[in-house]
């Protein structure tokens, strides 16, 4: 299984971002938002977002390497290509790795399940 997250995974751009938050679908998560759209690429891609309100510059990085984490180990998850972007919510910081684990699960499942039903 492949758990790396190189570069052509990220997203990165402004005008990326910008496509994403003004075509994307949302799911609302216990902790996290997601904003996801189907890739024409042959792989999925993925950026964090967490806001200041979160917490410390420590705090913000943790959380960031978490969700990473997630993304990396559970690619296997995605029945299609995405681009996702994940909107952390300030809840996370009362999360274990395990609950984590299982909402993200989840709202993997959800998206591809919706996406593939349209």
């Not at 990220?10 to 609302?28: A, N, P, S, T, V």
């Not at 943790?62 to 993304?71: A, D, E, M, N, Y």
Request: charged share 35%; proline share 2%.
């Amino acid at each position: 299984m492949d758990e790396t997250f190189s570069l052509p995974e990220r997203i990165r751009k402004k005008k990326e971002f910008d496509h994403l938050y003004k075509k994307g679908k949302r799911y609302r998560g216990k902790y996290f938002n997601l904003i996801y759209l189907s890739s024409a690429s042959s792989f999925s891609r993925m950026a964090v977002v967490v806001s200041k309100k979160v917490g410390s510059a420590v705090k913000r990085n943790k959380i960031k390497r978490w969700i990473r984490t997630l993304f990396r180990r559970n690619k296997h998850l995605f029945k299609n290509p995405f681009d996702i972007i994940i909107i952390v919510k300030k809840e996370i910081l009362e999360a274990s790795w395990l609950k984590l684990q299982d909402d993200y699960c989840a709202a993997v499942e959800s998206i591809s399940k919706n996406n593939s039903s349209q």
